[in-house]
């Protein structure tokens, strides 16, 4: 019985020592940096942080139930804002979306200002909004979208209207303003807040629903006006050639007729010629010239419902006279 006794002490002895020891050690990750606190208290410095400069990740002590392990986060945090929309020095409303990076850089700090990461990235959307806010409504439009200096890619030329190709200058630029932002917070974060600002950009920038349905249709304003005047121009080349291609019509119709009436001239006299020299052959060539004539004149003035009266001495009758010599 009492060796039964002692073998149940021996066990929980055991049991209570492994509970011990496994709560009087704590694993220190590489990516992770740790602190101790004892009662609510610091104790000594981060383990693995940047301001600690001496202790490594490994295998740690503490005492059990008394020492409470805290542990965050060593490498890069990142931090996605909210969609929002601000006002430029211009008045004008533009959505901007931003994203930054951090990293806890103080971890005794961090824990008394925020506790955890919620927390910070609460603070971060707080901070860094505002800070974008401000630095954006003291800068112009230009400033928060461009970044270099550009020339445009097709140059307006002397007699071009349309200026909407040409770019405007700036002078800082949306990196030198996310820059601004940098700085305006930084030594907070840092101070207050154990936190070092690593980058911060501007994600998306874009106009709100109003300023883009007004910008749509000034830019269809724009286009109708740029289409009137391609069209304009259009027409007002159309009717020039048009123009030119009735000039011409009428110059090669003008020669034309002045040609057909020349060829006409000289076949009429080549033919008067040949007439003449036909008649002035023979006295029979004469009176069959003259039947020729006669027959031309028959055809080109009667029909099949004229009548006609000839008296016994005109040229007329006497032909028809010769035609039936049977008649008197």
Do not use: C
Not at 14 to 31: H, K, M, P
Not at 125 to 146: M, S
Not at 147 to 172: C, I, M, Y
Not at 227 to 241: L, N, P
Request: hydrophobic share 35%; charged share 30%; proline share 2%.
């Amino acid at each position: 019985m009492l060796k039964q006794f002692s073998s149940v002490i021996i066990g929980l002895s055991a049991f209570v020592l492994v509970i011990l020891v496994s709560s009087s050690i704590y694993i220190v990750d590489e990516t992770k940096q740790v602190f101790v606190t004892r009662f609510g208290k610091i104790i000594g410095n981060p383990i693995n942080s940047k301001a600690d400069g001496e202790s490594e990740a490994g295998l740690y002590f503490r005492v059990p139930f008394i020492d409470q392990i805290h542990s965050f986060e060593k490498r890069y945090l990142e931090w996605d804002g909210d969609d929002e929309e601000v006002a430029t020095r211009s008045k004008v409303m533009i959505e901007i979306n931003t994203y930054a990076r951090w990293r806890i850089n103080d971890a005794r700090i961090f824990y008394k200002a925020v506790r955890n990461e919620d927390q910070a990235k609460t603070r971060l959307d707080d901070l860094l909004d505002g800070a974008a806010r401000t630095v954006i409504a003291a800068h112009d439009l230009v400033e928060v979208i461009r970044s270099t200096q550009r020339e445009a890619a097709q140059p307006v030329t002397e007699n071009s209207d349309e200026t909407q190709t040409q770019l405007e200058p700036f002078t800082k630029g949306r990196s030198a303003l996310a820059q601004e932002v940098i700085e305006s917070v930084k030594g907070k974060l840092n101070s207050e807040f154990g936190i070092e600002l690593l980058d911060f950009r501007f994600k998306r920038i874009n106009y709100t629903d109003l300023v883009r349905q007004d910008i749509f249709k000034r830019m269809i304003t724009e286009r109708t006006r740029v289409a009137s005047k391609f069209r304009s121009e259009g027409d007002g080349q159309a009717a020039k050639i048009k123009g030119q291609q009735e000039r011409e019509l009428k110059t090669i119709q003008s020669k034309a007729y002045l040609q057909q009436q020349q060829i006409r001239g000289e076949a009429d006299a080549k033919a008067v010629a040949i007439y003449a020299e036909a008649y002035n052959q023979s006295p029979d060539s004469r009176e069959f010239y003259e039947f020729l004539k006669t027959m031309e004149t028959y055809e080109t003035t009667l029909s099949g419902q004229d009548t006609l009266i000839l008296s016994t001495d005109s040229d007329f009758f006497r032909f028809m006279k010769q035609s039936n010599p049977n008649k008197d």
